[in-house]
Structure formats: structure tokens, C-alpha cells
């Protein structure tokens, strides 16, 4: 069963926690009792990807069958990743990559958003939910790409995504604006990604809106990482991870590993940290920041301080200030929804708060440009070519071996391909000075890596630009009215 961060005691199921993404009480749902593996990790290294999902879907999904979960997990593992072992495991001098981004939009979102719309498919049939569900999302550029295509021409479903148009690659800004689907809407905003977060989650939270959808036959979801079922798909590849290792015999089981995520709102490093709850062997987790390292300082003094400037940098996906599942740890750390409630509520009113628990499972590092730009470099002289927030975890991993001397076996998530952010990773690699645009940096880092260009964004710059519309961010509500109405 799943309770709010915030003190809301009710009970409910996973799969009205999954419709509904956000508490009542503006609080995020949690597992009230983590589960645990139900089989010995000998036998749990064995399964394939979609046998190991089921096996640790299951201990969430409470109120799902198993022929349900075994249908969702079917039709979210298929060819649509170019890469049958779903989450290949890659190792290059001491350093073990885990590769998320051989989804659709090639990066670690396809994990989740890939089987988040038929989760939630099955939780509207299940709760009689006769409503159409506007998913509203947020995103720092990979969210917004594979939620509208997750939930492209889904029935019942509309997805309405708002970008920072100034804060994105721009194959990240054309994957949306090309979007095809009748139920697709993507909307840049002139604002940073926490302008639209925060503006979302206010739209969420807006009860006289919601009751004026609610008369008209809809109902607000999520699908940014505040929502439960975007996590749960996401504590299966760690467990996979572990898998290959021993498989690959770089592990002995039960050798404990470190884990190093390129950190922005604190998801993928919360599944992570999930899954070690559940017994998988892990030691430390390494939480990578770019520039904007709030959560670098908050590891290091234990202050949360919002209260800096926004940097944009060449790892878009992490810019981000407010890290919503950080909410999700405090209260899983301290047991204490009243006291998660007051942190939330001091961040919201002065911009910070101190948590004055035992945070010494987590270790903060980060990387600046040039540090990211040299761990490309350095990496690729290796022989493998990582993207830009990648980088950032190889450049907070070095730095967290020469402060600790601790050399476990650190698994490092590479959460994009390096084709999504070409111009950046081509001037990280080549010592000319000479700038690609478009179609050209693409085919010249494929040139000179001597790598695929990935199907999925081949004809990229070939394709109709179907989403041009720009907001204000205090717009963004009438710009949802706007498009409810005239459906
Ligand atoms: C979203 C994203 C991140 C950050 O993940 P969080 O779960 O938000 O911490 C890192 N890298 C890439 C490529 C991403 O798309």
C-alpha cells in the first residue's frame, strides 16, 4: 500500500496511486513497507530483463494480477529498444556502464515511460475510471520526448509537455516539436525547468481548476518521476545491473558495489536507493551533480539551499534546483511525514531547510563544464563515447576514488546516448575548433567515433515541425484551458 510524504495516512492501492501522481496533501506516495525479494539473489541473476521486471514489479503492483503485469511488461520490452538485453551492461577500463538509453528517445526515460502508460491503462480500467486523463509534465528535455511517445495515440489519454525552449539540446527541442500523435501536445516555456515544475504542481494542487476539468470529464495524472509508477519500473535495472555483473564475472553475489547517477530531480538515484533497501548489495551511492549542485552542498552540510543562481549548462537534463523525489528520501530516512511536511513547507517559503539526519549511504560530487568535457575526452580515449550527463557521473566518480580510496566496483548509469547532444560531445573529442550544426554534427561524430547513428534520430531534421506554440509560465494554465476546450 502507498501513504503520502506529508502526514495523509490513507491508505491506497498502487494502482490508484498511479492515477491519481500526487497526493492530496501536495505529498508524494511511498511504499508504506518495502518489500523484499521474494527469491534468493542467486536464482533472481539468472531471468532476463522481463522475468526480473516482473519479479520486483510484483512486490509493488498490490492490486495488479500477474497476467496484467506480465501483459504491461510484454508490450513496454519489446524491439522498440534496439538492444534485446534491454540494459546492456558495457565495461571499460575500471569503469562499468550501465546503458539506459536504447529506448525510443535514447535516453533512460524509455526505461519507465515505456511501461508507465500501460500501467496506467490498466489502473483506470481497474478503478472504473471513465474520465479522459490529462498527463501533465514538466521536463528538462527527456521526460517531455518519451512521455509523448509513451502515450501517443493511447485511448483516453491526452499528454500536454512544457519545455524551457531555452533550456534544451536542440535534439531534444526538435524529438518534441515533431511530435506525431493526435493526443500530443508540447508547449515551450520562457522560463528554467523549476518555473515549470513548480508551476505544474501548483496546476495539480489548484482545486477550483480541477473541479471545472472534473465537470467537463477530466482528470489531471502525472507522468514526471513524482509519480510512483515512474520509479517502480526504474529499481529493475539496478537489480539487472547486479545480474550482469555476476554474470560477467566482474562480481562475486553478494559483492557489494557503488553506484555513481547523474542526479536532476533525484528519480533515478531514489530507485537506486530503493532497490539497496530491498538487499541488493550496494555500498555507496554516488549522487553526480552539474554545476547547479544544490545536492552536492545539501550531502556535504546537510542544508538544503534553493537559493542560487539557475546555470544552464551541456547537461540540460540535470539543470534543475529543486529536486522533487529528494521528498521521497527524507521522509523514507526519517520516518516522519510531519517533520518531511515542515522541510517542504520551509523550502517553499524561505528556499531551504536543514535535515538534521544520517545521510552517510549517499556520498555528493560534481563536475563542472571542463571537467565534463575532459571525462568525454577521456573516456573516448578508452575506446567508448559517452554523452554529456554521463560524463558528469565518470568526472564525480574519479573525484570520489581520489578523496576516498575506495576502489568497490562502481556500476556508473549512463542515462543518454552521446547522439542526442553531438555538438557538445564532437567539441569535447576533437582538439579543432571548427562548430557542427544539425545533421552535420551527427554524421560527423558517427565519422569520427566510428558508432551507428541511432535509427530513431536519423530523419530527425527531416520531419515536419508540428509544435511550435511558446508561454509564459504564468500562461501555462490558460494554454491547458485552451487545449481541453477545443478538443
Ligand atoms: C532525467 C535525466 C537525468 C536526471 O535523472 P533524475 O531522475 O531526474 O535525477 C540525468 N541524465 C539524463 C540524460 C536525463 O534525461
Do not use: W
Request: proline share 2%; hydrophobic share 40%; net charge negative.
Amino acid at each position: 500500500m502507498f501513504i503520502s510524504t506529508r502526514g495523509d495516512s490513507t491508505k491506497i492501492t498502487a494502482s490508484e496511486a498511479i492515477l491519481y501522481g500526487i497526493a492530496k496533501d501536495s505529498g508524494l506516495y511511498v511504499i508504506d513497507n518495502m518489500p523484499h525479494l521474494d527469491m534468493p539473489l542467486e536464482n533472481l541473476v539468472m531471468l532476463d530483463y522481463k522475468n526480473m521486471a516482473y519479479e520486483i514489479l510484483k512486490l509493488f503492483l498490490d492490486d495488479f494480477s500477474k497476467e496484467e503485469i506480465v501483459d504491461c511488461i510484454d508490450k513496454a520490452y519489446d524491439s522498440k529498444f534496439d538492444d534485446e538485453r534491454i540494459a546492456p551492461l558495457v565495461k571499460f577500463s575500471d569503469y562499468y556502464f550501465l546503458e539506459l538509453f536504447h529506448g525510443k528517445t535514447l535516453a533512460f526515460k524509455d526505461m519507465a515511460l515505456s511501461i508507465l502508460p500501460h500501467l496506467m491503462r490498466v489502473a483506470k480500467n481497474k478503478q472504473d475510471l471513465k474520465k479522459e486523463i490529462i498527463i501533465l509534465v514538466a521536463t528538462s528535455g527527456d521526460t517531455g520526448k518519451a512521455a509523448l511517445e509513451g502515450f501517443r495515440d493511447v485511448d483516453g489519454i491526452k499528454v500536454i509537455v512544457f519545455y524551457p525552449i531555452n533550456g534544451v539540446s536542440n535534439i531534444q527541442k526538435l524529438q518534441m516539436q515533431t511530435q506525431e500523435g493526435k493526443n500530443t501536445f508540447a508547449i515551450g516555456i520562457e522560463g528554467n525547468f523549476d518555473d515549470a515544475q513548480t508551476e505544474v504542481k501548483k496546476i495539480f494542487n489548484d482545486e477550483g481548476f480541477n473541479k471545472e476539468l472534473d465537470k467537463k470529464g477530466y482528470v489531471f495524472s502525472s507522468a514526471n518521476s513524482i509519480n510512483i509508477g515512474r520509479l517502480i519500473p526504474q529499481i529493475v535495472y539496478y537489480f539487472y545491473a547486479y545480474a550482469s555483473m555476476v554474470k560477467d564475472k566482474y562480481i562475486d553475489i553478494y559483492e557489494k558495489i557503488n553506484i555513481t547517477v547523474p542526479t536532476g530531480n533525484f528519480g533515478n538515484i531514489l530507485a537506486a536507493y530503493i532497490a539497496k533497501k530491498m538487499g541488493l548489495p550496494v555500498n555507496k551511492l554516488i549522487c553526480a551533480s552539474n554545476s547547479n549542485k544544490v545536492l552536492y552542498d545539501f550531502f556535504r552540510s546537510k542544508v538544503y539551499d534553493k537559493d542560487r543562481d539557475f546555470v544552464t549548462t551541456m547537461s540540460p537534463s540535470m539543470d534543475i534546483l529543486v529536486s522533487s523525489n529528494l521528498e521521497r528520501l527524507l521522509f523514507m530516512i526519517s520516518q516522519d511525514a510531519k517533520k518531511t511536511k515542515l522541510f517542504m513547507e520551509e523550502l517553499y517559503k524561505t528556499g531551504k531547510y536543514e535535515f538534521d539526519f544520517d545521510l552517510s549511504e549517499f556520498y555528493g560530487e560534481f563536475a563542472d563544464e571542463k571537467e565534463t568535457l575532459d571525462s568525454i575526452k577521456k573516456v573516448f580515449e578508452l575506446g567508448y563515447l559517452i554523452d554529456t550527463h554521463t560524463a558528469v557521473a565518470v568526472s564525480a566518480y574519479d573525484k570520489y576514488v581520489k578523496k576516498t580510496n575506495d576502489l568497490t566496483k562502481n556500476l556508473i548509469v549512463s542515462t543518454a546516448s552521446p547522439y542526442k547532444f553531438p555538438e557538445d560531445v564532437l567539441s569535447a573529442i576533437l582538439s579543432l575548433n571548427k562548430s557542427y550544426e544539425n545533421y552535420e554534427a551527427i554524421k560527423a561524430l558517427s565519422d569520427v567515433s566510428k558508432t551507428n547513428i541511432p535509427n530513431n534520430i536519423k530523419d530527425i531534421f527531416d520531419k515536419e515541425v508540428f509544435h511550435k506554440a511558446i508561454c509564459k509560465t504564468y500562461e501555462m494554465k490558460q494554454c491547458i484551458k485552451d487545449i481541453v476546450l477545443e478538443i
